[in-house]
């Protein structure tokens, strides 16, 4: 049972216009919602997260939106760079534990 | 701050041999530490929830004397894979989190795992 899925694995974008990274749950006890930037080889890198009180977090490029009626989240990067090429997971947790439950992943290309 | 530091990075090995994979928290105590396995083009894998001082709690289908896991101190967690076969080959990941912000899991860099 997949409860966290992102069904674009992979979004090609040119640079400097908007990436949207989209991120859809299932179990409506999940209350923390966060990104993560992953390279080839490496551990993924935490962006950014969200609680369920909010609806919008924003840290410089990077804007996450969650909607909780749709049970859905998404990453908006603006502008997008090219050295934002990676894969994008997002995850989800209850606040009560600490695990958490990953999205497959979305490849983001942004070309020059 | 929040690095956490996995060593080794890429390990080969015999079948049939234990490989131990390291993973700290540097500038941190990370009461919780996590172990994860991803496969080519697939999501992290959770295998494994460990709190200092405590046995760890193993996923489902994850085995337990295979995978072994000690969390000795609060920045140190270590994953040893006993009698490794061909089928273990795979990406192990580990993560930590803070007290003050367990929601927040910091990764390692990973370490890449190939048995002959």
């Known amino acids: 049972d997949q409860q966290v899925k992102q069904n674009s694995p992979s979004l090609s974008v040119q640079e400097g216009r908007i990436s949207i990274l989209n991120c859809d749950y299932t179990?409506?006890?999940?209350?923390?919602f966060l990104w993560y930037k992953k390279y080839p080889a490496e551990g993924p890198t935490f962006l950014i997260s969200?609680?369920?009180?909010?609806d919008k977090n924003e840290d410089g490029r990077f804007t996450v939106f969650l909607n909780k009626s749709a049970k859905h989240l998404s990453l908006h990067i603006v502008p997008s760079q090219p050295g934002d090429s990676a894969v994008y997971f997002c995850?989800?947790?209850?606040?009560?534990?600490?695990?958490?439950?990953f999205g497959e992943g979305t490849q983001l290309t942004v070309n020059p | 701050g929040a690095v956490v530091s996995q060593h080794p990075s890429r390990v080969i090995c015999k079948s049939g041999t234990s490989v131990k994979i390291e993973c700290r928290s540097l500038?941190?105590?990370?009461?919780?530490m996590f172990w994860y396995r991803q496969f080519p083009k697939q999501s992290l894998m959770l295998m494994a929830t460990?709190?200092?001082?405590?046995?760890?709690?193993?996923e489902q289908g994850v085995e337990k004397d295979k995978f072994l896991i000690n969390h000795a101190s609060l920045t140190l967690s270590t994953l040893t894979v006993t009698s490794a076969h061909p089928e273990d080959s795979s990406f192990y990941i580990c993560?930590?989190?803070?007290?003050?912000?367990?929601?927040?899991?910091?990764f390692g860099a990973g370490t890449r795992l190939s048995v002959l």
């Open positions: 969200i609680s369920s009180i909010k």
């Open positions: 995850a989800a947790s209850i606040t009560s534990g600490s695990r958490l439950t």
């Open positions: 500038d941190f105590q990370a009461t919780t």
């Open positions: 993560s930590a989190s803070r007290q003050r912000a367990k929601n927040i899991q910091y």
């Open positions: 460990s709190n200092e001082g405590s046995k760890a709690t193993y």
């Open positions: 179990n409506s006890m999940f209350d923390y």
